[in-house]
């Protein structure tokens, strides 16, 4: 067999950790589409009674096509655990998401799982949350631009997100406008905290202290990086 990406043997060893029984949350992006095949697969060799909830509409409509039993977000008590990729990861496992348009659920999930694993490939690594991509802030669309002027006074610079022809904005599952902002002046823990309590924001895409463990795949196999 030809040997898998990083990224798949990342989604392998996620999917490995699934037990019979379990209630599992599934991200959004190119990884996460990766481990929905990978634990439809484990499903079914191991004729695993599991189910799944999905932080998107396109990972749902994908689940269900893999043979899945998806589960409704609103009927959820609790969930075993959450598997997901990210933009960037630090050593201590503080994450940046949020690339995509569905970071509202998927921090959701994230925050509420018994249990959330990380899956990157080592180019997602960095030193500081924001070294490589912006830090979207997902904003009621009547606040986007008080927001924006706010953090403009602390020096954060950044505009509204795109849409994919980019000739409008671009609206986020919930219905929202995404900021993708850079700060200079300060620490990942400060920005986070201004962020979390600042009104109009709905959700932004640090998450410090919520991952249980990261899996880091590379050309020399798969790393596990965890408190
Ligand atoms: O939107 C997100 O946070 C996603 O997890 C995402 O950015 C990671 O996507 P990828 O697995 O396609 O790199």
């Known amino acids: 067999a ?4 990083p990224k798949q043997q990342v989604a392998i060893k996620a999917a490995e950790i699934v037990d019979n029984g379990m209630i599992v949350g599934l991200g959004t992006g190119s990884t996460a589409n990766l481990f929905i095949d990978e634990l439809a697969r484990r499903q079914r060799e191991h004729q695993l009674d599991i189910q799944v909830v999905a932080s998107s509409v396109i990972s749902r409509v994908k689940a269900e096509q893999a043979g899945l039993k998806v589960m409704a977000i609103e009927h959820l008590s609790h969930l075993d655990m959450y598997v997901d990729g990210a933009d960037e990861v630090t050593s201590d496992m503080t994450l940046l998401k949020g690339r995509g348009q569905d970071l509202v659920c998927e921090k959701l999930l994230a925050s509420h799982a018994t249990a959330f694993y990380v899956m990157v490939d080592e180019s997602k690594m960095v030193n500081k949350i924001g070294e490589k991509n912006a830090i979207p802030i997902e904003v009621i669309p009547q606040a986007a631009q008080l927001v924006l002027n706010r953090l403009s ?8 997100r795109l849409n994919a022809a980019g000739d409008n904005v671009a609206y986020s599952a919930a219905g929202n406008l995404i900021l993708d902002m850079q700060f200079t002046t300060f620490e990942t823990a400060q920005i986070n905290a201004l962020l979390t309590v600042m009104p109009g924001v709905v959700e932004h895409g640090i998450f410090a202290d919520v991952a249980k463990a990261v899996f880091v795949g590379s050309s020399d196999g798969v790393k596990l990086l965890q408190a």
Do not use: I, R
Request: hydrophobic share 25%; aromatic share 0%.
């Open 153 to 160: 006074k602390l020096q954060a610079k950044g505009s509204l």
């Open 2 to 5: 030809t040997p898998q990406s």
